[in-house]
């Protein structure tokens, strides 16, 4: 039995990736910043722990409930979208996005690594995003939102080579455009197939010392 953690997991590409985990018959521990409130995924029978990632001592609380159990599957998928180009830059939000998608999931990498080292897959996949690749980014449309996921795919290949001498692969994943709060009605992809693809994805991944950037699909994404 393999268990898997998952931030951010009460709605949107999270609750389904725990829907999913679980199906296939994964332990699955989920976290949301207010579970009383998260009827859905608190009716999926996923153990449902409280954190908000950007708060150092939530994390810590977390750790101290997971102990030293080991995690096969870590995936920070919490995340926040904006939009806003640079005309319309509002600084503190600059700072929050960078706080939640670029510093947490490496605080929850570093976190739980040895849980990670100590299972025996060792995988830890974050959700980053096709607005996050540099080359591919033509307009500011989304400045702040395209930096945090173009640093934490950064932050990943730099931490990659040093976390595979434990043994841990790390994964940055774009989910494809998903009709969630944060990827809006119009959007393509539901967060069922998204999560259905993300699975084989993450179970398929050989291990690796160098950070893969890859689509629901498996498509390798350009940096
Ligand atoms: N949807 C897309 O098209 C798309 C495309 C590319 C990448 N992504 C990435 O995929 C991931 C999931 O996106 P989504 O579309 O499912 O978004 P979503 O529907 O907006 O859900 C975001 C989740 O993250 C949680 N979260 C936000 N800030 C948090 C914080 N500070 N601490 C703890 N949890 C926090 C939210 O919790 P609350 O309910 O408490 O707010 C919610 O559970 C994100 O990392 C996103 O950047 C999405």
Do not use: C
């Not at 997971?66 to 005309?87: E, H, M, R, T, W």
Request: aromatic share 6%; proline share 4%; glycine share 8%.
């Amino acid at each position: 039995m393999t268990t898997t953690l998952i931030t951010g997991a009460n709605r949107g590409i999270g609750l389904e990736l725990v829907r999913k985990f679980l199906a296939q018959g994964h332990d699955v521990i989920a976290t949301a910043r207010d579970p009383e409130t998260s009827n859905e995924l608190n009716a999926t029978g996923a153990k449902v722990y409280p954190l908000e990632v950007t708060d150092a001592s939530s994390v810590a609380a977390l750790k101290e409930a997971v102990g030293d159990q080991p995690i096969d599957y870590l995936i920070n998928n919490a995340g926040i979208g904006s939009f806003a180009a640079f005309k319309d830059l509002d600084y503190d939000a600059f700072a929050n996005m960078l706080a939640v998608n670029t510093i947490a999931p490496i605080r929850m990498i570093d976190t739980f690594l040895d849980n990670i080292a100590a299972s025996d897959v060792k995988m830890a996949a974050s959700l980053s995003s096709m607005m996050g690749s540099i080359e591919n980014t033509q307009a500011s449309f989304g400045l702040i939102y395209r930096t945090s996921k173009a640093g934490l795919n950064m932050a990943l290949r730099a931490a990659a080579p040093e976390l595979a001498e434990k043994g841990v692969t790390l994964l940055a994943l774009h989910p494809g455009w998903v009709n969630t709060d944060m990827g809006g009605k119009q959007a393509p992809v539901n967060p069922a197939q998204s999560a259905a693809g993300l699975y084989t994805v993450i179970t398929t991944a050989e291990p690796s010392s160098e950070l893969r950037f890859l689509d629901f699909e498996g498509k390798t994404h350009p940096w």
